[in-house]
């Protein structure tokens, strides 16, 4: 039995099942969690009698996103932040531990299915469309919001895929939240279930998988991807990182953020992200 910290890794007949388990903070990604998904996925593959993944987060929430606490709080640095100090370093950081990794899950070789409950916020939405089904709760809800923190969406832009290219402007210009049937109606989401029932449907589905040889399943998962590759997903993938790069070099991204650093609190800043919201929503999360 593998130990993490970050996560839980179980195997269930044909079926492995990786949980993000930092439910104190809403299983957002430090750099830990990325590198023991990253170690998981390699069991996962490495295990002749896994043919299904399933990634799901413990806890109310599958995933907050990025630990940015961890990225621009009080923490100490670790070698990846201190690395941001030059755009070069914040690009090496995010191509390696954002950008590679999540591809690296969107191009696992044997299907996957990803579990979402509560919020899936921003990277946590990333993470997620990067499995080839996802399956949400009644209670999950989709959100990309840092365009109002001046990030240009997050490193990989998914939405444009997810969803038609008018409901993903919508989506990110308006830090919209999506709630799950919305999300399935729009084809990100494969299906909503009731909350209690999200683990056994989620059996299931991984368990009907399992019956196709391996082989198969991996030749046809590959070949769907490929399709997305010739349409233009991956290039596609590959301009937005560098976009998203340059923005975060703007005086308008690095005066946010010199503010930010200013006021030593991330508290301070969620909260005004927070009333940010709620002044254009009329409500508060
Ligand atoms: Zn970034």
């Given at each position: 039995?593998?130990?993490?910290?970050?996560?839980l890794?179980?195997?269930?007949?044909?079926?492995?099942?990786?949980?993000?388990?930092?439910?104190?903070?809403?299983?957002?990604q430090?750099?830990?969690l990325?590198?023991?998904?990253?170690?998981?996925?390699?069991?996962?593959?490495a295990?002749?009698?896994?043919?299904?993944?399933?990634?799901?987060?413990?806890?109310?929430?599958?995933?907050?996103?990025?630990?940015?606490k961890?990225?621009?709080?009080?923490?100490?640095p670790?070698?990846?932040?201190?690395?941001?100090?030059?755009?070069?370093?914040?690009?090496?950081?995010?191509?390696?531990?954002?950008?590679?990794r999540?591809?690296?899950i969107?191009?696992?070789?044997?299907?996957?299915?990803?579990?979402?409950?509560?919020?899936?916020?921003?990277?946590?939405?990333?993470?997620a469309?990067?499995?080839?089904?996802?399956?949400?709760?009644?209670?999950a809800?989709?959100?990309?919001?840092v365009?109002r923190?001046?990030?240009?969406?997050?490193?990989?832009?998914?939405?444009?895929?997810?969803?038609?290219?008018r409901?993903?402007?919508?989506?990110?210009?308006?830090?919209?939240?999506?709630?799950?049937?919305?999300?399935e109606?729009?084809?990100?989401?494969?299906?909503?279930?009731?909350?209690?029932?999200?683990?056994?449907?989620?059996?299931e589905?991984?368990?009907?998988i399992?019956?196709?040889?391996?082989a198969?399943a991996?030749?046809?998962?590959?070949?769907i991807?490929?399709?997305?590759?010739?349409?233009?997903?991956?290039?596609?993938?590959?301009?937005h990182?560098?976009?998203?790069?340059?923005?975060?070099?703007?005086?308008t991204?690095?005066?946010a953020?010199?503010?930010?650093?200013?006021?030593?609190s991330?508290k301070?800043?969620?909260?005004?992200?927070?009333?940010?919201?709620?002044?254009?929503?009329?409500?508060?999360?």
């Amino acid at each position: 039995m593998s130990t993490f910290e970050t996560l839980l890794y179980d195997v269930t007949g044909h079926v492995a099942t990786i949980t993000m388990n930092r439910p104190e903070v809403a299983n957002a990604q430090n750099t830990a969690l990325i590198d023991e998904l990253d170690a998981a996925f390699d069991l996962a593959d490495a295990d002749d009698e896994v043919r299904v993944v399933v990634l799901a987060g413990a806890g109310k929430h599958f995933s907050a996103g990025h630990d940015l606490k961890a990225l621009i709080g009080d923490t100490e640095p670790d070698e990846w932040r201190r690395m941001r100090d030059t755009p070069e370093g914040k690009w090496q950081h995010e191509k390696v531990m954002y950008f590679d990794r999540c591809l690296r899950i969107r191009d696992f070789r044997k299907p996957t299915i990803a579990v979402v409950q509560g919020k899936c916020i921003a990277a946590g939405v990333m993470l997620a469309c990067m499995c080839d089904l996802i399956v949400a709760s009644d209670d999950a809800s989709f959100q990309n919001p840092v365009l109002r923190m001046t990030g240009a969406a997050v490193e990989i832009l998914v939405e444009p895929w997810e969803m038609p290219a008018r409901k993903a402007k919508e989506f990110l210009l308006t830090a919209q939240t999506l709630e799950a049937v919305d999300a399935e109606r729009l084809g990100m989401v494969n299906r909503v279930v009731p909350r209690e029932q999200l683990d056994e449907v989620v059996a299931e589905l991984a368990q009907s998988i399992a019956l196709v040889p391996p082989a198969t399943a991996q030749v046809v998962k590959r070949s769907i991807n490929k399709t997305l590759d010739l349409q233009g997903q991956r290039d596609a993938y590959d301009y937005h990182f560098q976009a998203h790069h340059w923005m975060h070099n703007t005086s308008t991204a690095l005066d946010a953020l010199a503010a930010r650093q200013q006021k030593g609190s991330m508290k301070e800043v969620f909260a005004e992200h927070r009333d940010a919201e709620a002044s254009s929503e009329g409500t508060d999360s």
